[in-house]
């Protein structure tokens, strides 16, 4: 398919480039008035998000309004426990909440990874469907999902934590109830992406959001074994891969079946470049907090990021979403002097 605007495809794929491309973690949603107007007119995030007409003017939003160079599809990590027989709330200003939990072997049994996905996730592939439809080709659409560690966490926790240690406790006392939880989690994942690749998603990223809090040995034997699963699965489209605060295994994930690494703000592009060579893409990794600062002063620090770069491989982008919080003027600047930027060689 022709885009009118292919250069994040492009640059995953390791092509050449004429500009480097940008767009922001969590741009839908979040930042824009637009988005709360709609969000308003239904009665909270999870009708919005399986409301497919809804979720597809949400995604596009930030194509209009802040002239990303991609669309990333409304929706949440947290629709696969969902749709493996975890219900969740999301409370406002709070964030999400399970009332049921896995916390032994025995609840496993209201675990289900054998389902027809497109009939639990069907909304997600029409809002792909209708999105695709409305961004007519201007930009390439980015699907994603959890990676099954960070979802473990979710089903283990039920909610946010600053230290996840329900979660890293069942790794010490229950091992084998981790790794099947782990693989079944993968398997739907792995549907599930399957699923937005055949409704037109171009680009797939897997988040793994909590990555950092599990020490280097632990993350191979229960985050990148699975990932690694998904990576080998994933052959249609270009897949991105975001662990945040994985910085012990950037060496391993570049050796993975991907085109794209994410990074975030604490990791030094340099460093991670050094360690993945030309091989892939790097996507990050402004520091989100930059964009409280001045005009002139995200400029000034985006130029910065911008000049530190030693190849074309990249992807712009923040190290992590931008915060709700945010001024759009601002993000607008951000995006401005990427786009204005000249790559030197
Ligand atoms: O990137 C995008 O704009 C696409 C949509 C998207 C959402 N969530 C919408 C959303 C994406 C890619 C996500 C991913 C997600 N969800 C992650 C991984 C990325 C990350 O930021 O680390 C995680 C950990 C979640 C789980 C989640 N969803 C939490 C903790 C919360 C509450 C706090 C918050 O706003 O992040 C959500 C809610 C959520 N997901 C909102 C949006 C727009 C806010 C809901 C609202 O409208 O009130």
Known sequence: MKF???????SAN????????????????????????????????????????????????????????????????????????????MIEKKGPYFEKTIKSINDLSCVEKEFDIEDRLGYVSQAIKITKKELNSRVPLIGFAGAPWTIFCYMTEGEGSKTFSKARKILYTDPILAHELLDSITEVTIKYLKLQISSGVNIVQVFDSWAGILGKDQYVEFGLKYINK???????VPLTIFAKGAYNSIREISAMNCNTIG?????NINEVREIIGESKTIQGNLDPCVLYSSHSEIEKLTNKMLDSFKSKRHIVNLGHGVYPDMDPEKVKTFIKTVKNYEINY
């Open 263 to 267: 990074v975030d703000w604490n990791m």
């Open 14 to 89: 390791g092509e050449d480039i004429e500009r480097y491309p940008v767009w922001l973690m969590r741009q839908a949603g979040r930042i824009l008035p637009e988005y709360r107007a709609v969000r308003k007119k239904l009665s909270g995030f999870k009708e919005l998000v399986k409301s497919p007409e809804f979720a597809a003017e949400v995604t596009i939003q930030p194509i209009d309004i802040l002239n990303v160079d991609a669309a990333i599809i409304f929706s949440d990590i947290l629709v696969v426990p969902e749709a493996m027989g975890l219900n969740y709330e």
């Open 4 to 10: 009118q605007n292919d250069l994040i495809i492009r």
């Open 230 to 236: 998904i990576a080998d699965a994933i052959t249609e």
